[in-house]
């Protein structure tokens, strides 16, 4: 073991206050955006202050855009408050058209394909600024009728801002259209697998940056954890119930520097963590020391617990939602093979693009020569391969068409890793398949295509 070194910054408290405020507040902001009313408000602002800033440049400069095209601004009064009500009320009644198809539409994805999509849906972008737009255009007219005062001539009638709201109505017919297109399309089982897909690359190559490795060894870390003469293992419990959302390592190891202890973490990202069950333990230098209150609240900063996971820092829950979509096309109810086959070309992809990076050491410290201050927990390879496999081969254990897609994305999947360790981890969901296959198909020219298809695949596993 290293010897410990103090490099204590000056104010470790104050440090530690940014750093769970700006883990509060990622967490915070990702909520924020994926909320159905988060775009819709910031639009209506916009368009109040659209509202206002064309009504003042009507109010404060001098034109003759009545007298020169009064096709476009000779409205007078009564006609621009009967043009800008009837504008408001059409807006209102569309926008309560596309919450209502809103709404149905996430009950048939949740209904249809798997409850743990519906959070997709709620963070397309595009839904939220056709709904912002019409209640926006709303908010816009109203505010622009109310600054219409008297009649004929002799009132004030903001003619520029009254075009721009003509603009605006013909300008959302084209957003109705393009929401109904959207809305079609975005139920597609291709276009839901799709976007989940992309969602999880994404959070894959942000877990894992580097390109090429193995799985780490995970031997030192086992002794560490085991080494109970030299420490004491001091368990501190969660404090809520939920699933673990978030973790920030540079906290915790700020903190395992700052009071020159070891943490360990007791669960990884994506798990059930009941109030009161382990959380994080510490095992401090110092023999007898113990965590006090400052300590555990700390470590309890660098976690977010919320009611769902997330896909930000689990990549495995986009797994997760991809293997459920198979799963309920499986189902009797449903035997939509087609679906399921998408589902499994998606997984392989991943698995593919992942099988060939560094998933990391769970010995974690601040530079290469200092002591290990953390000892995380993180998943592997092997993780992701069962969770993509395992279940959808059990569903689909008497379907010829789906064990040789099996094979097939594990051909793709073998073919982009190159590590001996995550290769003999697809060969035995290889041999899993043969193995399906012999005991639950029932016709001898099915069970000779997974054999014929498992004889050309086995080599590219040496």
């Not at 003619?159 to 003509?166: E, G, T, V």
């Not at 410290?365 to 201050?373: F, I, N, P, Q, Y």
Request: glycine share 6%.
């Amino acid at each position: 073991m290293r010897v410990w070194t103090n490099s204590l910054d000056n104010n470790p408290a104050a440090q530690w206050g940014v750093a769970n405020g700006m883990n509060r507040f990622t967490r915070f902001w990702l909520n924020l955006k994926a909320g159905l009313w988060f775009l819709p408000v910031l639009m209506v602002g916009v368009f109040l202050g659209l509202a206002f800033g064309l009504v003042q440049l009507d109010q404060n400069i001098s034109h003759g855009w009545e007298r020169n095209f009064p096709l476009l601004f000779g409205a007078g009064a009564e006609a621009a408050r009967s043009m800008l009500a009837a504008l408001a009320s059409s807006m209102i009644t569309v926008a309560a058209l596309i919450f209502t198809l809103t709404l149905t539409t996430l009950a048939q994805v949740s209904s249809q394909y798997s409850p743990r999509v519906v959070w997709t849906f709620m963070r397309d972008h595009s839904n939220q600024a056709v709904l912002g737009s019409f209640v926006g255009i709303f908010a816009y007219c109203l505010v622009v009728l109310r600054t219409i005062r008297g009649t004929g001539k002799e009132g004030f009638v903001p003619s520029l801002a009254i075009a721009f709201a003509l603009f605006l109505a013909l300008l959302s017919i084209g957003v109705l259209i393009f929401f109904i297109h959207h809305i079609a399309s975005s139920i597609e089982a291709s276009n839901i697998v799709q976007r989940v897909m992309q969602d999880t690359r994404e959070a894959m190559r942000q877990l894992f940056p580097t390109e090429t490795g193995e799985d780490a060894d995970d031997a030192e870390a086992r002794r560490l954890e085991e080494d109970a003469p030299e420490r004491q293992w001091h368990t501190i419990p969660a404090l809520v119930t939920g699933y673990l959302q978030s973790v920030d390592d540079k906290m915790l190891l700020r903190a395992a520097r700052d009071y020159r202890c070891v943490v360990r973490m007791e669960l990884a990202l994506g798990s059930f963590v009941a109030e009161g069950s382990p959380l994080v333990s510490v095992a401090f230098e110092e023999q007898g020391q113990g965590p006090s209150p400052r300590v555990e609240r700390q470590l309890h900063q660098a976690y977010v617990i919320g009611n769902q996971r997330t896909i930000e820092q689990d990549a495995g829950f986009g797994l997760r939602q991809i293997v459920d979509i198979a799963l309920k096309a499986l189902s009797p109810g449903v035997n939509d093979t087609s679906t399921a086959i998408i589902c499994i070309d998606h997984l392989g992809a991943l698995l593919a693009y992942v099988g060939g990076r560094q998933f990391g050491n769970r010995l974690r410290s601040e530079s290469a020569e200092d002591r290990v201050l953390l000892i995380a927990r993180h998943p592997v390879y092997a993780d992701y391969v069962t969770t993509a496999f395992d279940q959808i081969r059990r569903s689909g254990a008497a379907n010829v068409a789906v064990l040789l897609r099996l094979l097939t994305a594990l051909e793709t999947v073998v073919k982009r890793t190159p590590a001996p360790g995550r290769r003999r981890v697809l060969r035995q969901q290889c041999e899993l398949i043969g193995t399906t296959a012999e005991s639950k198909l029932e016709e001898a020219y099915e069970r000779e295509q997974v054999r014929r298809r498992m004889a050309d695949l086995l080599p590219l596993f040496a």
